[in-house]
C-alpha cells in the first residue's frame, strides 16, 4: 500500500464473518483489509468477541475464535450476535455482554486496528433487511465519535445485486443464507434508461449528522418483496451432530460439523466419497462416523430444510405478485452467503425457479463489494414491514373481516392514496368506525426445538392481524344511509412522519376532513 491511502471503507458486518474492504480515490481495484490476529483470510474476520469481564484484554476474530473451546467460553464466547441487534423479540442469554455491546466492542477494536496507512474519507456501512430501522439506529449512534466525514448504510440484498454488474434497471431475487439467518429479497435497482444508478442513504455528509433528514430522496433502489427467518448455517452444524450424536451441545463439534459442511458444499464434491469426522461424546471421548453428500442431503430434508424454503419462496414471490412483480420479470437469481453454496439448495432453487439464471458471485466478499459501488447521498425506499389493513363487515356472513390497505414490503411515504368506498351495513346508519390492524412484523414459520435443537416444521401458518391498541375514528354522515348503500369514500395514504392518514368524502365528494390514525411503527 501507499503511504498515505485515501479512499472508502466497506464494512459488512456479518452474523458469522465480517467483510472489510477498501477502494482508493483514484482506484478501481479492491483491496481485502488483512489485520493480524483479527482477520482469518484477506478481508475477512470471524465475528466473534472474548470478553471475560473489565480489566481484561477483549479478543475479537481470530484472536476470539482461537478461545472459543476454553473454560467458559458459554459465558465468555460471543457470537451470533448481529442478528439481535435491533431486534427486540430476541435476547442472548448466559452472556457477559448483551448484543449490542458485542457489536459495540467488535467495532470498536476493529477500527482501532484498522492499518495506520489508510486514510478513510468514506465508509460504507451495511445493514439487514428485517431490522433496517433499528439497526440502523445502532449504527447511527455507534458512528457519532468516528473521525469520518462520510458515513452511508445500505441494506443487504440490494448491496449484493449491485454487487455483480447487473443490468441498471433490473429486477432480482435474492437468496442469502448466512450462519444464523435467511433472507429472501426481490429488489428493483434504479437505472437504465439514462437514469442514474442507486446508492447509499447518508448517515453523515461533510461531518455533519444527516440521519435524522426524512428527505434525502435522490435516486432509489425499490425492494419489492422480502421473507426470511432465523435459520441459518449454524443450524445446519447443530442438525449435523445431532444426526449422530443426539442432543450433544459440545461446541467443539459444532466446529467439526461446519469445516464438513463447507467441504460438501463444494462444487466438484463426488456423491459416493464419504468423509470421517470426529466428534465428541458426552463423556468427553472422540468418536468416529462417516458422513457423505448423500447423509448431508438426508439430514437437510429430514430437518425440513427445503419445505421451509419453499415456504419462503412462496410468500416472496406472492408479495412480489402483489406489487406487479412477476417470476417472468426477473433478471437473474443472486446466491449469497455460505449456505446458497450447498448443492442441494443451489438444485432447490433451480428445480423451483427455472429458466433464470442464477449468478453465483463469491460468498463472503459480494455484499461489501457492492457497497464500495454504491456512492453516498440517496436514501433507499423506506419499507412496511408489516401489512395494514382495516376491519370492515360481512353482511353476507354477518361478521367481520380485515382488508388490506397496504401490503407489507410497500414502499412509503406512499405516492397514490388507497382508495375505499364504504357501504352502509344497516338501515339508517350515519356513523361509520375505522378500526385498523396490522400483520405481525415476523411471520411465524413454526420453528420448534426438541431437545434444545432447532426443527422446522412441514406446513407454516398463516399471517395474523392484530387490531391497533388505539381508539377507532368515528365518522358521522349528515345524512342517513341505505344498507349496503355506497357512503363513505377513504382515502388512505402514509406520510413522511411514518403515519397513516385518512382523508374522508360522503359519497358526493364533500370534504369531511383528514385525520391521523397512528404511526406505523
Avoid at 32 to 50: D, K, R
Avoid at 157 to 168: C, E, F, Q, S, V
Avoid at 213 to 219: D, G, L, P, T
Avoid at 235 to 240: K, L, N, S
Amino acid at each position: 500500500m501507499k503511504d498515505k491511502f485515501a479512499g472508502t471503507l466497506a464494512l459488512d458486518l456479518g452474523n458469522t464473518n465480517t467483510v472489510i474492504v477498501f477502494q482508493g480515490e483514484a482506484d478501481k481495484d479492491l483491496v481485502l483489509i488483512e489485520i493480524p490476529g483479527i482477520t482469518i483470510s484477506p478481508g475477512v474476520v470471524p465475528t466473534a468477541v472474548w470478553f471475560e469481564g473489565q480489566g481484561n484484554i477483549t479478543k475479537i476474530g481470530l484472536s476470539a475464535l482461537k478461545k472459543k473451546n476454553f473454560s467458559h467460553s458459554e459465558i465468555y464466547f460471543h457470537s451470533n450476535f448481529k442478528r439481535l441487534i435491533g431486534n427486540s423479540f430476541e435476547s442472548q442469554k448466559n452472556k457477559v455482554l448483551s448484543p449490542i455491546e458485542s457489536g459495540e466492542k467488535f467495532f470498536k477494536i476493529l477500527w482501532e486496528n484498522m492499518p495506520k496507512e489508510l486514510d478513510i474519507k468514506r465508509l460504507v456501512l451495511t445493514a439487514p433487511i428485517d431490522t433496517y430501522k433499528g439497526y440502523r439506529k445502532w449504527l447511527t449512534n455507534l458512528c457519532v465519535d468516528l473521525p469520518v466525514n462520510e458515513i452511508a448504510i445500505v441494506d443487504e440484498p440490494t448491496a449484493a445485486g449491485i454487487g455483480i454488474n447487473i443490468p441498471l434497471g433490473s429486477k432480482i431475487l435474492v437468496i442469502d443464507i448466512g450462519g444464523s439467518t435467511t433472507d429472501m429479497s426481490v429488489i428493483k435497482t434504479q437505472g437504465g434508461e439514462g437514469k442514474s444508478a442507486p446508492i447509499a442513504e447518508l448517515l453523515r455528509f461533510q461531518g455533519k449528522d444527516v440521519s435524522s433528514i426524512s428527505k434525502q430522496k435522490v435516486r432509489c433502489a425499490e425492494i419489492i418483496s422480502k421473507s426470511g427467518s432465523k435459520i441459518g448455517g449454524q443450524d445446519i452444524d447443530q442438525w449435523i451432530v445431532n444426526y449422530f450424536l443426539p442432543s450433544n451441545q459440545d461446541e467443539r463439534n459444532l466446529s467439526v460439523a461446519e469445516k464438513l459442511k463447507c467441504k460438501l458444499s463444494g462444487p466438484k464434491i463426488q456423491s459416493e466419497r464419504s468423509y470421517l469426522i470426529t466428534l465428541f461424546t458426552s463423556g468427553n471421548e472422540e468418536k468416529e462416523f462417516l458422513m457423505s453428500k448423500e447423509i448431508f442431503e438426508k439430514i437437510l430434508i429430514e430437518n425440513n430444510l427445503i419445505n421451509h424454503l419453499n415456504a419462503l419462496l412462496k410468500d416472496l414471490l406472492n408479495e412480489a405478485r402483489g406489487n406487479f412483480c412477476n417470476v417472468d420479470d426477473l433478471n437473474s437469481i443472486i446466491l449469497v452467503g455460505g449456505g446458497t453454496q450447498i448443492p442441494l439448495i443451489k438444485g432447490w432453487i433451480s428445480n423451483e425457479i427455472s429458466g433464470i439464471q442464477i449468478k453465483s458471485p463469491p460468498p463472503i466478499e459480494s455484499v461489501a463489494v457492492g457497497a464500495l459501488a454504491m456512492t453516498p447521498g440517496v436514501k433507499i425506499k423506506d419499507i412496511l414491514i408489516k401489512g395494514i389493513s382495516i376491519r370492515l363487515f360481512n353482511k353476507r356472513e354477518q361478521k367481520h373481516f380485515w382488508h388490506p390497505i397496504f401490503f407489507k414490503g410497500q414502499t412509503w411515504p406512499t405516492e397514490k392514496p388507497f382508495k375505499l368506498i364504504l357501504q352502509a351495513s344497516k338501515e339508517g346508519q350515519n356513523i361509520f368506525e375505522i378500526i385498523i390492524g396490522e400483520t405481525k412484523t415476523k411471520r411465524d414459520f413454526d420453528i420448534v426445538f426438541e431437545n434444545g435443537l432447532p426443527k422446522l416444521s412441514e406446513f407454516q401458518n398463516e399471517e395474523e392481524v392484530l387490531k391497533w391498541n388505539k381508539k377507532p375514528l368515528k365518522i358521522s354522515l349528515k345524512n342517513s344511509c341505505k344498507i349496503g348503500e355506497d357512503s363513505l369514500i377513504l382515502l388512505f395514504s402514509i406520510k413522511n412522519d411514518s403515519s397513516l392518514y385518512v382523508r374522508c368524502l360522503d359519497i358526493n365528494e364533500k370534504e369531511l376532513g383528514e385525520f391521523n390514525l397512528g404511526n406505523i411503527f
